[in-house]
């Protein structure tokens, strides 16, 4: 059984919490966070794949393995990837049930909106939108074979 | 010149007379880099805005009452100030607009109905913002006309040679910008004024990154149309001037209807107001006109040229120190710039470069800069950009190459 949601948020919170509010330490460790996500297979990387309303680009892939999702993505942007690779992170391994109904209270926790802006925090609604919308397919998918 | 010329700045006593530059951000004292987008403002200019609606904020014009009076004043002396910053000929020639994207909607508008024709020409500049290739599109769509560019060159600088061959007697209008504000080129605007009018065509100027920065003289230039933003002249947003000449505006259709640009009105006919309030249609922006007076006033107190050579120092400095750095790619080095520092890193996304400098306190521009079609054209996504003002300083600029050092350092 892996971890749940909550406890990965949990230790996501823990980890910030260690760099203390400083904007610069936070940053690079987000973009650690991106250099460390595994590398999208290059064929997943298509314009279908893309999160429309992220202004730097990104592409996310999604698959069902044994009940659960696992996702692969990747941006051009080295603080997004980092971003993203947090909901990765959290949501990989999970049951398509678990991530649509999963409440994302890390963000509010680490104080994203301080670091993702107006700009960001739009695109990033729109990755965990797209995200969910995985799951609930997958889980159509499910419901439809049992 | 009326202004004395000095040579160098008191920097840290300009420093004082702006509020903003004195706080932390992110734990670090701000470095402000992002003037071409706005610069900020002084004391005076604040302290006008404050000093207005406590003392006599009223509507111009009309009321026959002191605080009308005074308010009416105060507005028309800026316009007095702003005939004498760009020696126009006559106040009547100075039109308050919201900034240079009304001052260029309003010419594209009015000039358009009466002098573009079908099959007619409008030549704008491969280098310019989107608020001076919209508007022409508007009227190039509306009257059938052909919309043609002056290419770029590699270096950042107009292809004046490319021009020549554009221009020609179907010509109507050029439109180009003083000085880029993606990459500073500072065009050669004389020599292209010329150029049209041996073709008979007029000449719009914007001038958004040469308000604050390059000495403007419309009569020397003679251009025909000149644009100003009040914001990015240390004066408040939401004001700005169109100068146009006189001859020219009074042939001009109004723009907008309403109070003030009207002599009489009756259901059977109107008959309008006499330049520059013919084209002042409504409650201007009182406030912050008199306020953008104290910009000019600020920047007069301290002299054009002094303010040139000041941000060409840090341009100057700022390039040769952010050339000893790898992979920095400096975009655009037009041999005459005005202080903005547009760049590169290969392999990291001008995003994260704002992104991070943020972090450590220091403000810059990252995307495409509202110039699109000349991104395009140098083959990038967008660039980072510092801009510098006459605040702005050589330690500041150290800041702000340390920060990229540590940037490039830890993604490569
Ligand atoms: C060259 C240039 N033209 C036009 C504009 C538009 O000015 P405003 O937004 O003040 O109307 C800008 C502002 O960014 C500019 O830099």
Known sequence: MSKSITDIQQEIIQEFSLLDGDMEMTVFYIMELGQKLPAMNEANKTEDNVVKGCQSKVWLAAKLENDNVYFEADSNTAITKGLVSLLVRIFNGQSPEAILNADLSFMQKIGMERFIGTQRSNGFAAMIKQMKLYALAFKTKQDVKS | ?412
């Open chain 2, 1 to 412: 010149m009326s202004v004395a010329t000095r040579t160098s700045l008191d920097v840290e006593n300009i420093r004082k007379q702006f509020p903003v530059l004195h706080q932390k951000v992110n734990g670090r004292d701000l470095v402000y880099f992002d003037n071409a987008a706005t610069n900020q403002k002084p004391d005076a200019v604040i302290n006008s805005l404050v000093d207005y609606y406590s003392n006599y904020n009223a509507n111009i014009h009309r009321g026959i009452h002191t605080l009308a009076e005074k308010a009416t004043k105060a507005y028309e002396q800026t316009r007095a100030l702003a005939k004498e910053f760009i020696n126009a000929a006559s106040e009547q020639e100075i039109i308050f607009v919201r900034g240079v994207t009304e001052a260029i909607n309003l010419v594209a508008a009015s000039y358009g109905k009466a002098f573009i024709r079908e099959g007619d020409e409008i030549i704008i500049s491969g280098l310019e913002h989107h608020s001076n290739i919209v508007p022409w599109q508007f009227v190039c769509q509306d009257r059938k006309a052909v919309l043609k560019v002056i290419n770029v060159k590699d270096n950042g600088e107009l292809d004046l040679e490319q021009f020549k061959t554009l221009i020609s007697s179907k010509t109507k209008l050029v439109a180009v910008n003083h000085a880029s504000n993606s990459l500073g080129t500072i065009n050669p605007i004389k020599q292209i004024i010329d150029l049209a009018h041996a073709n008979h065509a007029v000449v719009l100027i914007d001038g958004a990154q040469a308000g604050a920065h390059l000495p403007i003289d419309v009569q020397a230039l003679n251009c025909d149309f000149y644009c100003l933003s009040s914001h990015k002249m240390f004066g408040p947003t939401g004001t700005g001037i169109l100068y146009g000449k006189k001859n020219l505006m009074e042939l001009m259709p109004p723009y907008q209807g309403g109070g003030e640009m009207i002599k009489s009105v009756s259901f059977e006919k109107t008959t309008y107001n006499d330049l520059p309030y013919k084209f002042e249609a409504g409650t201007p922006n009182i406030a912050d006109v008199i306020a953008f007076g104290k910009a000019i006033e600020f920047i007069n107190s301290i002299g054009k040229e002094a303010i040139a050579a000041h941000e060409h120092e840090l341009l100057v400095y700022a390039t040769e120190r952010i050339k000893t750095l790898p992979h920095v790619r400096v975009i655009g080095e037009a041999k005459e710039k005005v202080g903005v520092l547009s760049f590169s890193i290969d392999g990291i996304h001008p995003f994260d470069i704002g992104q991070m400098l943020d972090a450590r306190g220091i403000a810059v521009r990252t995307g495409h800069h509202c110039t699109e079609p000349l991104m395009e054209r140098l083959g990038v996504e967008g660039t980072v950009r510092a801009s510098f003002s006459v605040y702005n300083t050589k330690q500041e600029v150290d800041q702000f190459i340390e920060g990229l050092d540590r940037i490039i350092k830890f993604l490569k």
